[in-house]
């Protein structure tokens, strides 16, 4: 099971991430509304940390992506907006990167409407659908996850805490595309300041 941490940005909590936890990706999130947003103050730092960043972007310009890309380093992109696939095929055209596309759930998912996707994208990133986008620390119905018509793997995300490791684990036996989750406003103790000792224990549950 793959590890991401998202809304990192103090650059010491950052290192007792890398050191302490080493997870398969760190998130950085670029959406200026968001309390985790990260300003270019710490592109400096952040650039050069030895862990594959993860930039979120919302419906943000193409031009605006690829800067933040080159200026922290990136290593995958998160469309976590209405990103369409054209926008997706266009960036991956112009990036080579991967790219992962945030899939925000509600009551159902209309299975059709991802299937342009598929052939372009890392992952899927199932989130709780929220006005603020992203980090509203709540859960949605998995079940609705249970209709799954790809293959294609995704990232299980959306209000995750230490007390999930085990329903996460159960759904894993049953859905060989889970290949990760993603940490985010349940391990902190301030927007953007992650708990490392939570983490670890997390991880303690969740890795064999
Ligand atoms: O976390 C934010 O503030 C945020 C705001 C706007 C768009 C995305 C955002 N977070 C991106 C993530 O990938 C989060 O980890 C994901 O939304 C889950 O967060 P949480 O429900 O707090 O676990």
């Known amino acids: 099971m793959l590890i991401k941490v998202c809304g990192m940005r103090d650059p010491e909590n950052i290192q007792s991430l890398i ?16 309390s985790r947003y990260v300003s270019g103050d710490f592109a400096d730092s952040i650039k050069i940390t030895d862990v594959p960043k993860v930039g979120v972007f919302v419906n943000e310009p193409i031009e ?17 907006g209405e990103e369409s696939p054209e926008y997706v095929r266009e960036l991956k055209l112009k990036t080579g ?17 991802l299937r342009d996707y598929v052939g372009l994208i890392e992952y899927f990133l199932f ?38 490791a085990s329903e996460i684990l159960a759904l894993a036996g049953k859905m060989p595309q889970l290949a990760g989750v993603d940490l985010n406003s349940k391990f902190e103790d301030a927007p953007g300041l992650k708990n490392i000792e939570k983490l670890k224990r997390f991880k303690g549950k969740i890795i064999a």
């Open 127 to 164: 989130d709780t659908a929220t006005t603020q986008h992203g980090g509203s620390g709540k859960r949605f119905n998995w079940e609705v996850l249970e209709k799954y018509p790809f293959e294609k793997g995704f990232i299980l995300s959306g209000g995750l805490d230490e007390e999930s």
């Open 19 to 34: 050191q302490e936890v080493n997870p398969d990706w760190m998130g950085l999130i670029f959406y200026s509304k968001s």
């Open 97 to 113: 990167k991967k790219l992962w596309k945030v899939i925000s759930v509600g009551e159902s998912i209309d299975w059709e409407t």
């Open 64 to 80: 605006f992506v690829l800067n933040k890309m080159e200026e922290f380093n990136l290593s995958v992109v998160q469309l976590h």
